[in-house]
């Protein structure tokens, strides 16, 4: 019998949530990255237009899908990929959680993610008793490792790892026999130099893998940049015949991603005008929040890209989760992303124009 899962670790934080809520103006929720913004008009009209979905839909997608995000990876990351290797997926937290399962993984197996991680990736490992390990040096993935984990950029830090450590990673995941799955959602938000201007490399850029996609799988969403969160419309690419054996796992599972939902995601991505508006909305949150967390003592790490802004000011995460707290803001503490960020805290900018601008006000004010 495989030992029992954690409880989930969001439920520790009840107690900040209700301080924060006493605050004489309410509290601001930057804790969880869920997004405040709506759907495109354009996305919303086709999900409309597809609700006479009476049929069971394809669990590969429908061909018109599946050539749009093949089309998406050749025009916003540089990447060439057949239709048929790509597969859509019931939002990404799914996969990233399933995946272990659907590669058949088990005892005596490992599954390797980033030192500071979403915490999904070790669940995943421990759903099918696998071993979970914490290590971003490649040269310590130990021998028994079956799948690799790579997040770029990261949640919570922010962290882009560059063309030649994507390199080095699938050349050392190749090397062991072990699939490397790239998890690139946040890919579209580069904030600081080189990736204010520069495209965040893809696990499946020619630069890593050459013409060369055996093992290799990138992990999207549409989540974040079209705010689809509640549609969850997700996907995956890259090696063609080990696409086709997730696929024959998924059709046995029934994991199929509604038709509706489907033709929400071909105007999505095929659309990049809605995208780049909803990047620049979070580039102003940013502007507004990093001055006023630094000016309140805390230290940015990291934070390059991506959609949170990853703090510090040396003290135990719980004890700035407390002072977040009583200032009427809730943020999420660095215990829940691994053991190695034990003194940072993270916060979302995915709040609200209104929020992110009430909690910077608050920072300054006890500053």
Request: charged share 25%; net charge negative; hydrophobic share 45%.
């Amino acid at each position: 019998m495989r030992a029992a899962l954690p409880d989930y670790p969001w439920d520790a934080m009840a107690p900040f949530a209700a301080e924060a809520e006493r605050h004489p103006d309410g509290a601001v929720n930057l804790s969880v990255g869920s997004p405040v913004d709506p759907s495109p008009a354009g996305v919303r009209e086709a999900l409309a237009a597809a609700t006479d979905a009476h049929a069971y839909p394809a669990t590969a997608g429908s061909p018109r899908l599946r050539e749009a995000i093949a089309e998406w990876f050749r025009r916003r990351r540089g990447v060439t990929v057949a239709p048929e290797a790509v597969l859509p997926t019931v939002g990404s937290k799914e996969l990233v959680a399933l995946l272990p399962f659907l590669l058949g993984l088990g005892a005596g197996e490992a599954v390797v993610f980033p030192r500071i991680a979403y915490p999904s990736y070790a669940m995943g490992a421990a759903m099918v008793g696998a071993d979970a390990i914490a290590e971003d040096d490649p040269a310590l993935w130990p021998e028994h490792t079956r799948l690799v984990w790579l997040n770029s950029p990261a949640n919570p830090d922010g962290r882009v790892l560059s063309t030649d450590r994507l390199r080095a990673a699938v050349a050392r995941a190749r090397e062991l026999g072990a699939v490397i799955a790239g998890d690139e959602c946040y890919a579209e938000f580069g904030w600081d130099a080189p990736w204010d201007t520069a495209a965040i490399p893809s696990i499946l850029d020619p630069a890593v893998v050459g013409d060369d996609h055996r093992g290799v799988l990138s992990v999207y969403s549409l989540s974040k940049q079209s705010n689809l969160a509640g549609y969850r419309a997700a996907f995956l690419a890259g090696d063609p015949e080990l696409v086709e054996r997730l696929l024959t796992v998924r059709k046995h599972a029934g994991l199929m991603l509604p038709a509706p939902v489907q033709a929400a995601m071909i105007v999505a991505l095929r659309d990049e005008a809605h995208v780049a508006e909803q990047r620049e909305r979070y580039r102003a949150r940013r502007e507004i929040l990093r001055p006023a967390l630094e000016a309140a003592g805390y230290e940015i790490s990291g934070s390059e890209a991506g959609l949170y802004l990853w703090a510090t000011r040396g003290v135990d995460a719980w004890d700035s989760v407390a002072e977040f707290a009583a200032r009427g803001i809730v943020v999420g503490p660095g215990h829940f992303y691994g053991e190695h960020s034990p003194q940072h805290v993270r916060l979302a900018l995915t709040a609200s124009d209104a929020d992110i601008a009430t909690a910077a006000r608050r920072l300054r004010e006890s500053s």
